[in-house]
T-cell receptor, first 111, second 113 residues
């Protein structure tokens, strides 16, 4: 049974560009959450998707947007990248709001 | 505002020493409590959780945590650490309705053999 998978594992982008990160949830899970983890910090909640809608959002600007597909997979989009967006982006999936299982993350570097 | 505080950012122990990592939160109402662990090069894993019932919860690999409601605390303990416990530990409470954990800054634990 595959766990949460994220792609790509590493990514380098230039300031001002746009990026799309992808997440496939654990089998049987219907809820996907995205987190940003800066170096030396704990993960910060970006938003959560359930039934293809954004259900809850953390304190992140509108440059951060997402999508959930009918198969429960999800994308995180970040527009107009800033140097400060460099971080590890984590996807977590869960079933009906129970405990979250995390993927290995996508390391985004903005130069 | 909801917040979580982990008191120890870096802890260094020798094998067989006892461990206690502090966690305090400020949440109103019902709270769910989690401890996650991140071993070097691996993804975040759930160590243990508390939703309700017995405030002393046991997790994987000999870890346990005690929920003390009056102190808004959920401290993690292990009687005797091993070298393989070297990892980053995160306390992560969530309000009862959302199950979206809010992570603390984390504690880096290094265990010397």
């Amino acid at each position: 049974d595959a766990g949460v998978t994220q792609s790509p594992t590493h990514l380098i982008k230039t300031r001002g560009q746009q990026v799309t990160l992808r997440c496939s949830p654990k089998s049987g899970h219907d809820t996907v959450s995205w987190y940003q983890q800066a170096l030396g910090q704990g993960p910060q909640f970006i938003f959560q998707y359930y039934e293809e809608e954004e259900r809850q959002r953390g304190n992140f600007p509108d440059r951060f947007s997402g999508h959930q597909f009918p198969n429960y997979s999800s994308e995180l989009n970040v527009n107009a990248l800033l140097l400060g967006d460099s971080a590890l982006y984590l996807c977590a999936s869960s079933f009906q709001s129970m405990e979250a299982f995390f993927g290995q993350g996508t390391r985004l570097t903005v130069v | 505002a909801q917040s979580v505080s982990q008191h120890n950012h870096h802890v260094i122990l020798s094998e067989a020493a006892s461990l206690e990592l502090g966690c305090n939160y400020s949440y109103g109402g019902t709270v769910n409590l989690f401890w996650y662990v991140q071993y070097p090069g691996q993804h975040l894993q759930l160590l243990l959780k508390y939703f309700s019932g017995d405030p002393l919860v046991k997790g994987i690999k000999g870890f346990e945590a005690e929920f003390i409601k009056s102190k808004f605390s959920f401290n993690l303990r292990k009687p005797s650490v091993q070298w393989s416990d070297t990892a980053e530990y995160f306390c992560a409470p969530s309000s009862g309705g959302s199950y979206i954990p809010t992570f603390g800054r984390g504690t880096s634990l290094i265990v010397h053999p």
